[in-house]
Every structure is written in C-alpha cells, then in structure tokens.
C-alpha cells in the first residue's frame, strides 16, 4: 500500500522529514482496523518526494503544498468512516511534523483504488479475495 508525501523543501522539518511515513503508515494501519496483522504492515511502504518550493503548484499558482497520496486495493479503507479517518489523521501528522507557518489548508490527502486484480506485490497478482485471505492467515 504505496503512500507518496510530496511536499516542498523547507516545510517539512528535519524531523517530519524522517517521521512522516512511519506515522502515516500507522494511521493507515489504525484506519484499516488491522494493527498488530504482519501480513498487512509488511505491504504498507511509501516515499518521501522533498521538490525546490517553485516545483508545487494548486490553483495553477506556486504553492507550499503538502501532499500525501495513498494507493490501496480496492477493498481497502472500505467506508467512509474508515477513509475519513485516514484522511484526519494524515492532515494532523503533517500538521504536527511541518514548520509552524505550514496552513493546514495546504495539506491534501488523496487516496487512490487500484481495480480488483490490479495490485501486486512480488511479481504476484492479488485479487481482494486473496489480499483478504492473506490477512486472514497472518491473524492467526
């Protein structure tokens, strides 16, 4: 489950820098209801994209954008609850882990769903059917 963080040099602290994925991956974990699940955790990894602050634009003018894009299969983050969450706990890690001056406005969460099928990890395809399946087993 690919989080991306976009975010311009000078906003993120040195430590928001090195904190930002490992705090949105667990509040994706918490979001999902699958904390503690190895199989789940084991998948969750992301990048961290710091561009020169005249490379970030909204509104088609230069901006200091904070963007964390999530990628998921189609069965994660299922309901609303479960995607506004995410989405809340993500615009308030940035907040937490960004210079003071940082607007919480300009932080954007976005979270994207790859089509059944169409998620794979290794080399091999997984349906929702087998990432469930997957999960199930590392519960128990």
Same mark, same amino acid.
């Given at each position: 489950?690919?989080?991306? *963080?976009?975010? &311009? ?11 930002? @994925? %490992?705090? !949105?991956?667990?509040a ?17 990894g ?14 088609? *003018?230069?901006? &200091? ?11 994660? @983050? %299922?309901? !609303? ?17 960004t ?9 954007w ?5 790859a089509?059944?099928?169409g ?18 087993a590392?519960?128990?």
């Amino acid at each position: 489950m690919p989080i991306t *963080v976009t975010a &311009p040099r000078g906003v993120l602290t040195a430590e928001g820098e090195r904190e930002i @994925l %490992p705090r !949105l991956t667990e509040a994706l974990i918490e979001a999902s209801g699958l904390k503690g699940n190895t199989f789940f955790t084991s998948v969750v990894g992301g990048t961290v994209h710091v561009l020169e602050p005249e490379h970030i634009y909204g509104g088609g *003018v230069n901006r &200091p954008l904070v963007m964390v894009e999530l990628k998921l299969p189609d069965i994660g @983050l %299922p309901s !609303l609850e479960s995607r506004t969450a995410f989405i809340a706990a993500a615009t308030d890690i940035v907040d937490a882990l960004t210079v003071p001056a940082h607007d919480r406005r300009d932080t954007w969460v976005n979270i994207l769903n790859a089509l059944d099928g169409g998620w794979g990890l290794g080399g091999q395809t997984y349906t929702g059917d087998a990432l469930v399946a997957a999960v199930t087993a590392a519960a128990q």
